[in-house]
């Protein structure tokens, strides 16, 4: 591209896809170790059955997923992720910022790369501003889910009677 | 100095596309450590954000303990679990090796590259296997010693 102006010269884009590198380095770390690693984050085969019993014992929706095998049984030695240790985690509120830092900043590097690759290959125009729109599009629209996501997640609180029993 | 007969100097007939001369010319690439560093790090990065945007959407499910139980059950699945495995090694190839760019790029360190580059393989391969054993294990290894 010979027109393109110093101020197009990409050398922000450049700078920032290093920046949020390392960024992600930090927190991808810290999202594998409790997502994917056997820690606390995770419930255990114990804990697993008594979460899963004590959601179907509140929610009868739960118990029938349970009985249909929607819901499966643990393996041996198995760390699982489960709605109430999530959403356990996601209450403290450093960890809502933790997690909307790893949306930030995985859309934005992994679109940025995505538009480096466009760069490279795309070379019709059309071609080029459709792709580019797609990533705007897709990218907008996951962080609006994401944060959706991550700053409506709350405990299970299950009203304690039911709206048809007051029915007559 | 090569003489005008050398392949390198002589006249090329038009590139004309087709299967096999796209082969061939992927072929005729010279693919020094550099250039398998460069295309892996594309190769992956793509992967992650076709993972990254399944990821997202599916985790919409965390308003109701039925749907994410159930989406996480599917998720404990061999197949899923050998994904889960591949993702590992997806991330931490581009972890390292995305580092080793920022240190060529900000530290000036271009002359090491070759050799960090075989050290972010080595770096990779272990951090592979000793993250990856907890997730394999319960499927693939457990079962054999119980």
Redesign the interface.
Known sequence: MSDRSAKKSGAFGWFMQ?IS??V??AT?IGH?WVQ???TDYLADEQEYLAI?EA?AAK?P??RK?VEEG???DP??????????K??KRLSNPLWKVFDMLF?IF??YH??N??LN?IDDYAKNKGVRLTLVAVCWV?AIS?FV??A??VL??SP?NPPSFSLTELLP | MPSLESPKTAAKLPYVASFQNAIRKILSYNWRPGMWAWILHRLSGVGMVVYLTIHVFGLRALYDPVKFDALMSTYRSPLFKIGEFALLAIVTYHSINGFRIVMVDFLGWSPKQKKMFYATLALSAIIILLGGYPIIAPYFIAPFFK
């Open positions: 290093r590198g390392i992600l380095l991808l594998f994917h690693m056997p899963r959601y929610n929706e739960y997923a929607l819901i499966t393996k041996f030695g198995e760390h699982i992720i489960t709605y109430e999530v959403t949306l995985g859309l992994g679109f790369g995505m690759i897709l996951l889910i994401g959706q996501t409506t997640a299970y």
